[in-house]
């Protein structure tokens, strides 16, 4: 099955906002409420930061939050911060199999 | 708190079986619905699932590995082993096991990694 889309970096400055978009197909993301974000830094394993599309993990600023239109799903960050400097990865339910897909990461700079 | 570490060689030889060992705390794999999976990520590339045991031994496979994977749980250890048959170059990665809390689709904790090259 392939991966969920996500763009491949995007960048913001401090205290700024921005979106990462994940888009998959209505045999995934379309279909289901089962999308979760996950944060990676460099040389870490990865944190779940969202889960069922807009959740967050106890601990998880609300800085971060999640959302879902159609078949795309979309990570929110606010008020950035350096310590935001990721990679983050969506993922979904998926029908076409027993596991989950990952999204190809999306690598965040802040400026 | 929930901690999970993996453990296994840091090098293979291509054709060879590889096995991983994930060893945790803070939970038990007998408790209803609770699972533990196996995450891959090659250097600089995406994740990607290979597999999922749940705590009745439900057992899930990534589709496109199935037949190279083996999972399987030592509950009185608290351990989660995979095996992968027929190592090649591009099984070069840095492997994860992590924990899912009940029949839900997201890994609310992970461990640290263990990174396996596959070189003669």
């Known amino acids: 099955q392939s991966a969920l889309t996500q763009p491949a970096s995007v960048s913001g400055s401090p205290g700024q906002s921005i979106t990462i978009s994940c888009t998959g197909t209505s045999g995934d993301l379309g279909g289901y409420t089962y999308v979760s974000w996950y944060q990676q830094h460099p040389g870490k394993g990865p944190q779940l930061i969202i889960y069922?599309?807009?959740s967050r993990p106890s601990g998880v600023s609300d800085r971060f939050s999640g959302s879902k239109s159609g078949s795309t799903a979309s990570l929110t960050i606010s008020g950035l911060q350096a310590e935001d400097e990721a990679d983050y990865y969506c993922s979904s339910y998926t029908s076409s199999s027993s596991l989950e897909i990952f999204g190809g990461g999306t690598k965040l700079t802040v400026l | 708190q929930i901690t999970l570490k993996e453990s296994g060689p840091t090098l293979v030889k291509p054709t060879e079986t590889l096995t991983l060992t994930c060893t945790f705390s803070g939970f038990s794999l007998s408790t209803s619905g609770v699972g533990v999976g196996w995450i891959r990520q090659p250097p600089g590339k995406a994740l990607e699932w290979l597999a999922l045991i749940y705590s009745d031994a439900d057992k899930r496979y990534s589709p496109s590995l199935k037949s190279r994977l083996t999972i399987n749980r030592d509950t009185s250890k608290n351990q989660v082993v995979l095996t992968m048959t027929n190592m090649g170059p591009v099984d070069t990665a840095t492997y994860y096991c992590?924990?899912?809390?009940?029949?839900?689709?997201?890994?609310?904790?992970w461990g640290k990694g263990t990174t396996v090259t596959v070189s003669s």
């Open positions: 992590a924990h899912r809390r009940g029949y839900y689709y997201y890994l609310d904790v």
């Open positions: 069922d599309v807009s």
